[in-house]
């Protein structure tokens, strides 16, 4: 199936590593929030530019893409790496622990950067046995479910399109190294809100002469909790949660607008529908009913993540014969967690795999969790597997 031998693929993965794992270290290190990707983006440039990929910047915010040309008549095959952080502050005890305050790769995202230098290297060291040119997206912006469209709606494959595309996604849930699969969908559509409630402030012991907007935000946010339960089919599953809430200014004083925001998530279309038609009613009735004004702003971030039945067969057999070793793994249920990767799926065939990274207590902290790290170990799979499905297709 392919013109590269296991022993040569094992070769270009071992020698890549150490590196890989420096830079992940350093990234991890210097993270950067959704949109602010400047540093990183730089040090990916850099690297792809070093190893004779030419290289596209300032797609979609500070997109990349980079490309490994074999042939003007050669398919594409392309895959995609996030690179944003979150806004928490980091609680490992490590030399590489971030430095950057209220900032942390709680998520994994420099783990995915990583590997995909890794793969550039390794694929670039066995150019003569690829049939295909490869694009190596790096993608801003993914934790606000914006990077991805951002980057297609600035054109990221102008040039050419590719006929299937792929990323990973670290799970701490999986024994370190393995790659977990699924067929169909993979994760939830998500969609983002944030609701304004205005009032009348006033004295605490005056509350009659206000517009309390605390009750009425207390009331809204549980009939928000309500919908899931009661107009959700329980057979399509949902979940609805509420974040973030900002209001008040002194315990004696009866503000005049507070705010909250949050997600929800559905793996089906019907039930999304549902949600957003209800969560509009109620927000608007309750606010009303008590004299206040609501602000409703809904931000619909991104679909159901399905993997393409066919190119998971294939990956699966392109794994079994070139990385025999990786423990490969069923998944039996899709993640409630939304995942931007899903927009490239509207137009182009691909899949995303779950990447083990948990050994033991210090790595099996969940995802966004302060003290969230890998084994990385692992990444020498997630390298190989992306290797692998280049190298082996004609």
């Not at 951002?150 to 040039?159: A, E, K, P, T, V």
């Not at 907007?213 to 946010?221: F, L, P, T």
């Not at 995942?339 to 099996?364: M, N, Q, V, W």
Request: with cysteine; aromatic share 6%.
């Amino acid at each position: 199936m392919s013109g590269v031998t296991i022993e040569q693929l094992v070769a270009a993965v071992d020698a890549v590593l150490p590196e890989v794992v420096e830079i992940r270290r350093h990234l991890h290190q210097q993270p950067e929030l959704s949109g602010c990707e400047q540093k990183t983006a730089r040090l990916v440039t850099m690297f792809c530019e070093n190893v004779g990929l030419e290289v596209r910047q300032g797609i979609g915010g500070f997109g990349l893409l980079a490309t490994l040309k074999i042939s003007d008549s050669s398919p594409w095959i392309a895959f995609r790496a996030d690179m944003d952080a979150l806004p928490i502050t980091d609680g490992k005890q490590r030399d590489y622990a971030s430095t950057e305050a209220g900032v942390s790769h709680s998520c994994g995202h420099d783990v995915h950067t990583a590997i995909l230098l890794g793969v550039v290297h390794a694929l670039h060291a066995n150019r003569d046995a690829l049939k295909r040119n490869v694009a190596f997206v790096f993608q801003p912006a993914e934790e606000t479910c914006e990077g991805a469209s951002s980057m297609l709606r600035d054109n990221l494959f102008i040039d050419f399109m590719p006929e299937q595309i792929y990323a990973l996604h670290v799970y701490p849930y999986l024994p370190a190294g393995c790659i977990g699969l699924r067929n169909g969908p993979m994760c939830a559509a998500a969609d983002m809100f944030d609701v304004e409630i205005l009032g009348r402030g006033g004295h605490a012991a005056r509350p009659h002469e206000c517009i309390d907007v605390i009750q009425v935000a207390a009331q809204v946010i549980q009939s928000l909790h309500q919908i899931v339960g009661r107009r959700v089919n329980p057979l399509h599953p949902a979940v609805l949660t509420i974040g973030q809430i900002h209001g008040g200014h002194a315990g004696n004083v009866i503000p005049d607008h507070i705010s909250f925001s949050g997600t929800f998530r559905s793996l089906h279309p019907d039930a999304h529908e549902e949600i957003r038609a209800v969560m509009d009613r109620i927000i608007r009735q309750t606010a009303e009913a008590w004299g206040a004004t609501a602000r409703f702003n809904l931000r619909q971030a991104t679909p159901v993540l399905i993997n393409d039945s066919n190119l998971l067969a294939q990956a699966r057999e392109i794994f079994t014969e070139m990385i025999p070793d990786t423990q490969l793994i069923e998944i039996d249920e899709a993640s409630m967690g939304g995942e931007d990767f899903a927009e490239f799926l509207r137009d182009i065939p691909g899949c995303l795999f779950r990447l083990g990274t948990g050994s033991g207590p210090e790595t099996r902290y969940p995802l966004h969790h302060p003290n969230f790290d890998i084994d990385e170990t692992s990444m020498r799979s997630g390298i190989a597997a992306f290797s692998a499905l280049a190298l082996s297709q004609g």
